[in-house]
Each structure stands twice: as structure tokens, then as C-alpha cells.
């Protein structure tokens, strides 16, 4: 089993930068495609971004697209999530993702087995 631990969140204003990373121990990370979430109070966990194996394709939301970009260092054992441009409704708990698996459901929460305890995002005006 992997255990993902997510940090780098914090407060932040619109129209400012933030960098999450997910470090894993217990196993590496390079069999795993790796996903971003977030989760808003009293909403559903919607997928935010993902990277395959080797770091060479990624896959985005369209609310982030352009805004964010998902990367990894397996050598470190480190996904990362760079976000600029900021706004209040990016807002929420961040969550990284581990995918043993593709299946082209990339968006699903069901397709992750591993999933990071979060980390808090706050983005004022």
C-alpha cells in the first residue's frame, strides 16, 4: 500500500499563486497515474487535473485549464500541482490521487485506489 500526503496549501488573494505537492511513502510512485481533486463544503469532490506514468501527458478540468498545471518528480516520489490565477470558487480541500490502471474514466472518483488526507485552500478577494 502507498500512503500520499498532500501540502503547500494555505491562504492566498485572487489573482495569486499556490504549488500543492504530494510526496508518497511506502512503495514509489512510478506504477501509479496520478490525479488532483477538491472538495468544497457541501459539495461532491470533482477531479482537477492528471498526469500519466511518465510525466509526458496530463489531463485537466475545464475550470483550471490554463490556470493550473499538474507535474511529477518520480525520483522524488512527487506529483505537484501549480496553480496561478487564483479565484474564490477555486476554494476547497485539495486531494491528491494514486491509479494503479487506465481505464479512460479519468474524472471518476471511483477509479483512484489511494487517496492523500487533503490539504486546505483558501483563496480571498
Known amino acids: 500500500q502507498v500512503q500520499l500526503v498532500e501540502s503547500g496549501g494555505g491562504l492566498v488573494q485572487a489573482g495569486g499563486s499556490l504549488r500543492l505537492s504530494c510526496t508518497a511513502s511506502g512503495r514509489t510512485l512510478t506504477p501509479y497515474y496520478m490525479g488532483w481533486f477538491r472538495q468544497a463544503p457541501g459539495k461532491e469532490r470533482e477531479f482537477v487535473a492528471r498526469?500519466?506514468?511518465?510525466?509526458?501527458?496530463?489531463y485537466y478540468a475545464d475550470s483550471v485549464k490554463g490556470r493550473f498545471t499538474i507535474s511529477r518528480d518520480n525520483a522524488m516520489n512527487t506529483v505537484y500541482l501549480q496553480m496561478n490565477s487564483l479565484k474564490s470558487e477555486d476554494t476547497a480541500v485539495y486531494y491528491c490521487?494514486?491509479?494503479?490502471?487506465?481505464?479512460?474514466?479519468?474524472?471518476?472518483?471511483?477509479?483512484?485506489?489511494?487517496w492523500g488526507q487533503g490539504t486546505q485552500v483558501t483563496v480571498s478577494s
Open positions: 490521487a494514486a491509479d494503479s490502471a487506465y481505464t479512460g474514466r479519468v474524472e471518476r472518483v471511483h477509479e483512484y485506489e489511494y
Open positions: 498526469i500519466n506514468r511518465s510525466g509526458g501527458v496530463t
